[in-house]
Protein backbone atom coordinates (compact mmCIF):
# COMPACT_ATOMS: atom_id res chain seq x y z
CA UNK A 1 0.00 0.00 0.00
CA UNK A 2 1.24 3.38 -1.23
CA UNK A 3 0.91 7.04 0.29
CA UNK A 4 -1.79 8.19 -1.87
CA UNK A 5 -4.29 4.34 -0.82
CA UNK A 6 -3.27 4.61 2.76
CA UNK A 7 -4.28 7.97 3.07
CA UNK A 8 -7.68 7.82 1.00
CA UNK A 9 -8.36 4.60 3.44
CA UNK A 10 -7.73 5.98 6.17
CA UNK A 11 -10.04 9.31 5.51
CA UNK A 12 -12.81 7.27 3.91
CA UNK A 13 -12.55 5.06 7.20
CA UNK A 14 -12.81 8.34 9.11
CA UNK A 15 -14.29 7.12 12.15
CA UNK A 16 -13.95 3.15 11.94
CA UNK A 17 -12.44 1.65 14.61
CA UNK A 18 -13.72 -1.87 13.40
CA UNK A 19 -11.12 -4.13 11.61
CA UNK A 20 -7.45 -3.98 10.97
CA UNK A 21 -4.74 -1.89 9.40
CA UNK A 22 -1.30 -2.75 7.87
CA UNK A 23 1.97 -1.26 9.41
CA UNK A 24 2.02 0.49 5.48
CA UNK A 25 -1.61 2.26 5.97
CA UNK A 26 -0.41 3.54 9.59
CA UNK A 27 2.55 4.64 8.96
CA UNK A 28 1.85 6.64 5.73
CA UNK A 29 -0.90 8.16 7.34
CA UNK A 30 1.75 9.27 10.21
CA UNK A 31 3.81 10.71 7.42
CA UNK A 32 1.44 12.32 5.33
CA UNK A 33 0.54 14.33 8.75
CA UNK A 34 4.15 15.03 9.70
CA UNK A 35 4.26 16.47 6.18
CA UNK A 36 0.97 18.23 6.52
CA UNK A 37 1.27 19.53 9.75
CA UNK A 38 5.41 21.26 9.06
CA UNK A 39 3.78 22.79 5.55
CA UNK A 40 1.29 24.62 7.83
CA UNK A 41 3.74 25.44 10.64
CA UNK A 42 5.85 26.93 7.55
CA UNK A 43 3.36 29.10 6.17
CA UNK A 44 1.50 29.90 9.39
CA UNK A 45 4.51 29.65 12.21
CA UNK A 46 3.22 28.88 15.95
CA UNK A 47 3.21 32.27 18.26
CA UNK A 48 5.50 32.31 20.93
CA UNK A 49 3.64 33.60 23.71
CA UNK A 50 5.94 35.08 26.48
CA UNK A 51 4.37 35.05 30.25
CA UNK A 52 6.94 37.31 31.38
CA UNK A 53 9.37 36.57 34.56
CA UNK A 54 9.18 38.86 37.64
CA UNK A 55 11.55 38.65 40.51
CA UNK A 56 11.08 35.24 42.18
CA UNK A 57 10.06 33.33 39.88
CA UNK A 58 11.37 30.16 38.51
CA UNK A 59 12.49 29.53 35.27
CA UNK A 60 9.90 27.07 34.61
CA UNK A 61 6.96 29.49 35.51
CA UNK A 62 8.49 32.36 33.07
CA UNK A 63 8.85 29.68 30.25
CA UNK A 64 7.31 31.00 27.27
CA UNK A 65 4.42 28.92 25.90
CA UNK A 66 3.94 28.11 22.20
CA UNK A 67 0.18 28.81 20.84
CA UNK A 68 -0.49 27.21 17.53
CA UNK A 69 -1.57 28.76 14.84
CA UNK A 70 -5.00 28.34 13.71
CA UNK A 71 -4.54 26.72 10.30
CA UNK A 72 -2.26 24.19 12.47
CA UNK A 73 -4.85 23.61 15.42
CA UNK A 74 -7.98 23.00 12.35
CA UNK A 75 -5.81 20.32 10.99
CA UNK A 76 -5.18 18.90 13.86
CA UNK A 77 -8.73 18.74 15.05
CA UNK A 78 -9.45 17.71 11.63
CA UNK A 79 -7.03 14.41 11.60
CA UNK A 80 -7.76 13.07 15.13
CA UNK A 81 -10.62 11.27 14.72
CA UNK A 82 -9.00 9.35 11.71
CA UNK A 83 -5.36 9.07 13.70
CA UNK A 84 -7.12 7.96 16.73
CA UNK A 85 -9.10 5.14 14.36
CA UNK A 86 -6.43 3.77 12.34
CA UNK A 87 -4.05 3.47 15.69
CA UNK A 88 -6.95 1.63 17.09
CA UNK A 89 -6.75 -0.74 13.74
CA UNK A 90 -3.57 -0.96 14.06
CA UNK A 91 -3.53 -2.36 17.60
CA UNK A 92 -6.40 -4.47 16.26
CA UNK A 93 -3.99 -6.20 13.93
CA UNK A 94 -1.93 -7.17 16.47
CA UNK A 95 -5.14 -8.91 18.43
CA UNK A 96 -4.73 -6.46 20.54
CA UNK A 97 -7.95 -4.40 22.30
CA UNK A 98 -8.06 -0.43 20.93
CA UNK A 99 -8.20 0.31 25.04
CA UNK A 100 -4.06 -0.16 25.38
CA UNK A 101 -3.77 3.07 23.03
CA UNK A 102 -4.57 4.78 26.64
CA UNK A 103 -0.75 3.33 27.37
CA UNK A 104 0.11 6.66 25.53
CA UNK A 105 -0.60 8.72 28.73
CA UNK A 106 1.88 6.74 30.93
CA UNK A 107 5.07 9.11 29.68
CA UNK A 108 7.95 7.12 27.82
CA UNK A 109 7.04 3.93 28.62
CA UNK A 110 3.42 3.88 27.13
CA UNK A 111 4.75 5.06 23.90
CA UNK A 112 7.83 2.79 23.92
CA UNK A 113 5.39 0.04 24.19
CA UNK A 114 2.87 1.19 21.64
CA UNK A 115 5.80 2.29 19.07
CA UNK A 116 6.82 -1.67 19.35
CA UNK A 117 3.76 -2.84 18.79
CA UNK A 118 2.99 -0.38 15.40
CA UNK A 119 6.08 -1.47 14.08
CA UNK A 120 5.73 -5.31 14.74
CA UNK A 121 4.05 -7.24 12.32
CA UNK A 122 0.21 -8.03 13.11
CA UNK A 123 -1.37 -11.65 13.41
CA UNK A 124 -0.93 -13.73 10.32
CA UNK A 125 -4.22 -15.35 9.04
CA UNK A 126 -7.62 -14.24 10.56
CA UNK A 127 -7.89 -12.67 14.26
CA UNK A 128 -10.58 -12.09 16.26
CA UNK A 129 -10.64 -8.68 14.92
CA UNK A 130 -11.20 -9.81 11.54
CA UNK A 131 -9.37 -10.58 8.24
CA UNK A 132 -5.37 -9.97 7.77
CA UNK A 133 -4.96 -6.89 5.82
CA UNK A 134 -1.86 -8.41 4.10
CA UNK A 135 -3.51 -11.74 2.72
CA UNK A 136 -2.88 -12.59 -0.46
CA UNK A 137 -0.18 -10.11 -0.68
CA UNK A 138 2.82 -12.86 0.15
CA UNK A 139 3.96 -10.52 2.96
Not at 57 to 78: D, G, N, Q, R
Not at 87 to 99: C, E, I, M, P, Y
Not at 107 to 132: C, E, K, M, Q
Request: aromatic fraction near 12%.
Amino acid sequence: MGMVEAVRTCFRKYATFRGRAARSEYWWFVLFNVIVSAVIAAIFPPVAVDMGATAGESMMEAYAMVKPSVPSAIWSLFVLLPGLAVAVRRLHDGDKSGWWLLLAFIPVIGAIILLVWFVTRGTRGDNSYGPDPLAGQGA
